[in-house]
């Protein structure tokens, strides 16, 4: 890359300062693209990075028009049109609601994010990808305490209930068992009906649909990259080892997998929406009829995705260079095995599986032999030292309750 590209390319404006965002604008800056990020929370980890500034930024769920004018702003103070990436559903949805005033100021296709923001619904997602080719657990969009009885007379349990938006349930109060949860369990209709009446109280739609069967490592995620027109530039797959909560979390443990049905399928689903840009999806293989079916997808730059450039896929490039509008050759997983960790929900999930019986501390050993951290980098080093302080007391806290349990 010469000394002139460098200067000519955008800079990028990552919307979200999670580890997530992070990572993204740290895979640019490798590409020397001038990066920054932008959250509505200054707690976040951008605003620690070494990789770019973080602008704190109004909350677009909740003052809508001064994110815009925020944004807006942004871009002039920039001084070059810079491309727009989210890195979480928050910003997936305001960008696509605020797409015609944006896009005089940022590049970014307004097509595009409409369609993003559609799958950022748990309440669309499952719509379009059982009207796709993407197969579906049974699943139902309810509004009322009689709707969740109608899915539960003809439902297997047990069942999952999701809120529509993941940050919906943020808004519980402290203690709230919902709280933060990405999903409330039910073995029975009763229960199912119980977490209902608990998630009401902030929102009375949310989806219910019924469990698929078997173990985590029949869990897997595609990741990809789809450029103008909807042609693939990247793609690679990996198989979940160990989720944060076990059984029904997001992954801690990944590895990278070759499985053409699965790609087929789907590489074939987003054909079939003529999809542009990022998005990972995440499935499961069920033990009762063999089929693969949609967990949940997220169309934007995730956590996992962050494993797919160890492979030879850098999706947050390859979204970045089609975005500008350069030629982009497609590509895919290099064969390379590694073991994507993302620490801080590693150190909490780990023990569950060894009571469990589903590793002994050899496999965890072993999966530590060719890692590829998301959470660990030594030139991000004030992440890193936080990261090794969570680490550390999660580690350290059973031994220190166990002893003054002891005392007392």
Known sequence: MTKHSRIDRPPVVVAGAFQTGVVLMRDLVRHHIETCCIDSDATKSGFKTVYGKAYLCPNPDIEPMKWERFMIELAKKIGRKPVLIPSSDLFVTAIADHAAALEPHYIVRSASVATQALLATKKRQYEIADGNGLPVPKTKFVESIEEVRSFANEAQFPCLMKPVHFREWERFPDGHPLLNQKIALAYSQTELEANYRSAESVTSAVVIQEIIEGPDTAKMVYLSCYGRGGKRLGSCMVRELRTTPIHFGSASVVEPISD?????????????????????????????????????????????????????????????????DEQVEPVGWNGRHFHHIVLRRDVECFRSYLEAGLTTWGGIAKSYKTPAFFDFDLRDWRLTLDTCVYVLKALLYPTYRRLFSRRS
């Open 260 to 324: 053409p049905e699965t790609d087929a399928i789907c590489d074939g689903f987003f054909q079939s929406i003529q999809y542009e840009g990022l998005c990972e999806l995440e499935l499961k293989r069920d033990s009762r009829d063999g089929r693969v079916k949609l967990i949940e997808a997220n169309p934007r730059y995730s956590v996992t995705a962050d494993a797919a450039s160890y492979g030879g896929v850098d999706l947050g490039w390859l979204h970045y260079m089609d975005l500008i």
